[in-house]
Nanobody, 115 residues
Framework: QVQLVESGGGLVQPGGSLRLSCAAS????????MSWYRQAPGKERESVAR????????NYVDSVKGRFTISRDNAKNTVYLQMNSLKPEDTAVYYC????????WGQGTQVTVSS
């Protein structure tokens, strides 16, 4: 049974940092491209960052470049999203995604950036 379980969300002030984690099980983690998506109220879900199975290739949406870092630990079947210099516009539900010919999704974790 495939499971993706996100954690690490919460309320943070502008300029602050959070680290999201996504623990995966039920599939061969190292073969899958892993991504973080987010969805703000009233907006479509967007891809924020992705990382290849080997961890050697990463991509980011322009709005988070230089502030967010995606990484993975294939020994722990976990992908991370380090978020620094957070802005109110980063407020959203963040979802973990695994892709190899089909998509798997986590349940999401809320990130709220507000003073």
């Amino acid at each position: 049974q495939v499971q993706l379980v996100e954690s690490g969300g919460g309320l943070v002030q502008p300029g602050g940092s959070l680290r999201l984690s996504c623990a995966a099980s039920g599939f061969t983690f190292s073969l899958y491209r892993m991504s973080w998506y987010r969805q703000a109220p009233g907006k479509e879900r967007e891809s924020v960052a992705r990382i290849a199975g080997s961890g050697g290739i990463t991509n980011y949406v322009d709005s988070v470049k230089g502030r967010f870092t995606i990484s993975r630990d294939n020994a722990k079947n976990t992908v991370y999203l380090q978020m620094n210099s957070l802005k109110p516009e980063d407020t959203a539900v963040y979802y973990c995604n695994a892709y190899l010919f089909q998509d798997y999704w986590g349940q999401g974790t809320q990130v709220t950036v507000s003073s």
